[in-house]
């Protein structure tokens, strides 16, 4: 249980593109899910906090109109890196959890390795 | 504000031998802790978690670890590492006051198993 998917696991796009990621709980309802960025060697850092039906929740010095967060089910949440540049390539992961007696725990995607030209 | 020191950024050990990865956490209240593993260019998976109970937590692949609150660390153990273990390990804690319950992971462990 607590299956978390994420496509796509890799994209490569020009410079000025938008590409959308989509992160999926597969067997639970999520009620929040979360969108980290990780750099090479180096640990997650949290960008932003979605709860389904509401706006997203940026961490400082995370643009929002860049990275746009859509929640809109309890299953899915996409990120869209937009007018996407090469200093946005990156491994772009999102976790999920759920309410209840597991709400402490984020479930993890297997991330998604964007590459911009 | 809380925060997680993982001692050593890279272990090496032996095929076999104990494999102690070190975590210690700063909370100024109880917190939840866990134990991710990332295999290359893959997402975290949850090794163990501790958020009450029993101080001593097993997880899977035969690891486990221990929550010591005197000494605010949550270091994990295995007896005998196998080269599947190779991999980097995040200690991440959160708090029940925590907004949506965020965590703050430490900066990693990368873990060699020398044949």
């Known amino acids: 249980g607590a299956v978390v998917s994420q496509h796509p696991s890799r994209v490569i796009c020009k410079s000025g593109t938008s590409v959308k990621i989509e992160c999926r709980s597969l067997?639970?309802?999520?009620?929040?899910m979360f969108w980290y960025r990780q750099f090479p060697k180096q640990s997650l850092m949290l960008m932003a906090t979605?709860?389904?039906?509401?706006?997203?929740?940026?961490e400082q010095g995370v643009e929002k109109d860049k990275f746009l967060i859509n929640h809109a089910s309890l299953t899915l949440s996409t990120l869209t890196v937009t007018s996407a540049h090469p200093e946005d390539s990156s491994f772009y992961i999102c976790?999920?959890?759920?309410?209840?007696?597991?709400?402490?725990?984020?479930?993890f995607g297997p991330g998604t390795r964007l590459l911009v030209l | 504000a809380q925060s997680v020191t993982q001692l050593g950024s890279h272990v090496s050990v032996s095929e076999g031998a104990l494999v102690l990865l070190r975590c210690n956490y700063s909370s100024s209240v109880p917190p939840y802790l866990f134990w991710y593993v990332q295999y290359p260019n893959q997402g975290l998976q949850l090794l163990l978690k501790y958020t009450t109970g029993a101080t001593l937590v097993k997880g899977i692949n035969g690891f486990e670890a221990e929550f010591k609150k005197s000494e605010t660390s949550f270091h994990l153990t295995k007896p005998s590492a196998h080269m599947s273990d190779a991999a980097e390990y995040f200690c991440a804690v959160t708090f029940s006051g925590a907004g949506s319950y965020q965590l703050t992971f430490g900066k990693g462990t990368k873990l060699s198993v020398i044949p």
């Open positions: 067997d639970f309802q999520a009620t929040t």
């Open positions: 976790s999920a959890k759920a309410s209840g007696v597991r709400r402490e725990t984020q479930y």
């Open positions: 979605s709860n389904e039906g509401s706006k997203a929740t940026y």
